[in-house]
């Protein structure tokens, strides 16, 4: 879809407001200035002096600069990043997106020296510490948080050791994988052709389940060739961990991703458990989807598939009428969501057309400096697409709140990061249930309300289980695929209550997640955030008027606190404790009824 003259919201963004154009004379002068001051900044990093009430001065003029200059980083990375993603081909470009990932280890340098020259003090001290300059006493967490992020770092030498041999190792791992995955290609049948397509372009929610069947083998067939290499690969990323782990004295596997996500492990313990209870309502789902679309029982290549009842016949939304409709969703919800909104669309904050040479997928990048956010994505048309907007947009106003917090106190935590973004969604989504006009309509959406729940409540805890059992076992040796294939298979049918027909031997190699070297088990905070914002959602009528200011208080809170704490603090809910849990099932509850009573008239 791209721009016509009489359309109201501009599909292309604006950059050139922001910086001069990456491959220009003067953003290079940018980028030498910054890596100058980088340099200077992690030269000043190595002589901080222990941390008391005689050298807080000290702390407070370095942490000045941190913030400056970081915050500049992050403005000048987000905009090279917008650029290289609308741009694929300017190799230009790409080179400088490149300068900036090397200033990398003076970035890692700065934060290593900072969080172990805190690691040995104590509360009381960290407190008298902090009270001895307003600076510091305003950054009081973020040093809190830089001491208990200094318990998972190694004694300097060995910490910059590794970082050093973690660019031939762990990551060299990880980014054998990215091109393993790259270069795979999917052989399939298309009128009566073999064609070769990459995974990301071999679908499973498509209407006719023949397709959806010949797909599936097809990918199952090509993953299958090169599983022992990502057997490897996965050996050795964990393996390197596991290492790392044991000589910090770790508990186990999972105090590192408990500790980057700032939440404790009954709380971890807590949700899973209540998931486990009640998923069993999703099963009501499969059953009745499986009569939907004429067949006995699902198959692990039918949790995508559109439903017969509610096909789309082809576009049905401009692009206008999509940013109208997240305007006014978001407008009724609070003024304050939809002005922003507005101010968005209306300042060309979003890249949206239709057209070659963009990167696939969608993300949301904050400029701390320009105090603005940019989103990144592409319009179809679809009511998805327009999804997509509202959950980026909702990304966007997480960053537009924290927008006046000192920057080292606007970094949340990945499992806070999507509760904004699914909130807005759910948003959307209650807008565009009261609108719908036919039962085939409201059947459509309920379909994707409820596809996002088993993603989250089975598909992901399937991932936790297996990375969880591998975890378990890789200490004693190297695991083979077949190995790996067995504990994956356990792990969907327990995760999915043994409901499929049919299920995916080769999930392990293709889910790129479990390859990302940079932040350990990337799984569970996904869930995490789908079912914090799923019970915020269902607090509104507790607080009733004042249940937007609430919410602005959580995601204020998100950059400050730990998970437990920021949502005690403004929704008064424990964490550790079911009461929550339960409150965000209760919506998938709801849901599930509402599908089955709206498709009763197809199934008789």
């Given at each position: 879809m791209t721009q016509t003259a009489a359309q109201k919201y501009s599909i292309t963004w604006d950059l050139d407001s922001l910086y001069p154009r990456p491959d220009s004379v003067e953003f290079k002068v940018l980028i030498d200035g910054f890596k100058e001051d980088l340099k200077q900044l992690a030269a000043v990093s190595e002589t901080l002096p222990a941390p008391s009430k005689s050298s807080a001065k000290v702390w407070g003029d370095f942490l000045e600069q941190v913030e400056k200059l970081f915050a500049y980083s992050c403005d000048l990375g987000a905009f090279v990043g917008c650029h290289t993603a609308a741009d694929t081909e300017n190799k230009a470009i790409q080179q400088i997106e490149g300068v900036l990932a090397a200033t990398g280890p003076e970035r890692n340098q700065v934060f290593t020296n900072l969080e172990l020259a805190l690691r040995e003090i104590s509360d009381e001290q960290l407190k008298e510490f902090a009270a001895a300059d307003p600076r510091l006493k305003s950054l009081l967490f973020f040093l809190q948080d830089s001491r208990a992020n200094a318990q998972f770092r190694l004694p300097k030498d060995l910490e910059m050791l590794s970082a050093e041999l973690g660019v031939d190792g762990i990551h060299a791992w990880g980014r054998l994988f990215d091109r393993i995955s790259g270069d795979l290609r999917i052989e399939l049948m298309e009128k009566g052709e073999i064609v070769r397509k990459s995974p990301g372009q071999v679908r499973l929610d498509v209407l006719d389940r023949n397709t959806r069947v010949n797909n599936f083998y097809a990918i199952e067939k090509a993953w299958k060739k090169v599983e022992d290499t990502c057997a490897d690969s996965l050996n050795h990323?964990?393996?390197?961990?596991?290492?790392?782990?044991?000589?910090?004295?770790?508990?186990?596997?999972?105090?590192?991703?408990?500790?980057?996500n700032r939440m404790q492990r009954k709380t971890l313990d807590t949700m899973w458990d209540v998931i486990s209870q009640r998923k069993q309502v999703l099963l009501k789902f499969f059953e009745r989807k499986a009569k939907l679309i004429g067949v006995e029982r699902l198959a692990w290549y039918d949790q995508l598939a559109p439903l017969p009842q509610a096909a789309s016949k082809g576009d049905t939304l401009t692009?206008?009428?999509?940013?109208?409709?997240?305007?006014?969703?978001?407008?009724?919800?609070?003024?304050?969501?939809?002005?922003?909104?507005?101010?968005?669309?209306?300042?060309?904050?979003?890249?949206a057309e239709d057209r070659s040479g963009k990167r696939q997928g969608g993300f949301c990048t904050g400029l701390p400096v320009r105090q603005q956010s940019r989103i990144f994505m592409t319009f179809t048309g679809s009511a998805d697409s327009m999804s997509t907007l509202a959950h980026e947009l909702g990304h966007a106003y997480h960053s537009h709140v924290l927008r006046s917090q000192p920057y080292l106190l606007q970094d949340y935590p990945m499992n806070l990061a999507e509760t904004a973004s699914t909130f807005a969604e759910a948003i959307l989504g209650g807008k565009r249930l009261a609108n719908a006009k036919t039962a085939g309509d409201k059947l459509g959406i309920l379909n994707n309300m409820l596809t996002d729940s088993v993603a989250f409540l089975m598909n992901i805890h399937a991932r936790f289980i297996f990375e969880n059992q591998f975890h378990l076992e890789r200490p004693a040796a190297e695991l083979t695929a077949d190995r790996l294939t067995e504990i994956m298979l356990a792990a969907q049918k327990e995760a999915y209550c043994d409901a499929f027909s049919e299920w995916s031997s080769v999930f392990w190699t293709s889910k790129l997640h479990f390859y990302i070297s940079g932040l350990p088990f990337y799984n569970f905070p996904y869930t995490f955030g789908y079912l914090l914002s799923l019970g915020l959602y269902s607090t509104a009528g507790e607080f009733g008027k004042d249940f937007p200011k609430k919410y602005r208080e959580l995601l204020l809170a998100t950059g400050s606190m730990n998970a437990e704490e920021a949502v005690k603090s403004t929704l008064g809910y424990d964490l550790t404790k079911p009461d929550f849990w339960n409150r965000s099932i209760d919506v998938i509850d709801r849901h599930v009824a509402e599908f089955l009573k709206t498709s009763d008239e197809f199934v008789k």
């Open positions: 990323i964990a393996g390197t961990r596991l290492s790392r782990y044991k000589r910090l004295k770790t508990q186990d596997h999972l105090d590192a991703p408990l500790r980057f692009w206008d009428q999509a940013c109208d409709t997240i305007i006014e969703s978001f407008a009724e919800f609070s003024d304050e969501l939809g002005d922003f909104a507005q101010k968005a669309l209306d300042d060309r904050w979003v890249e």
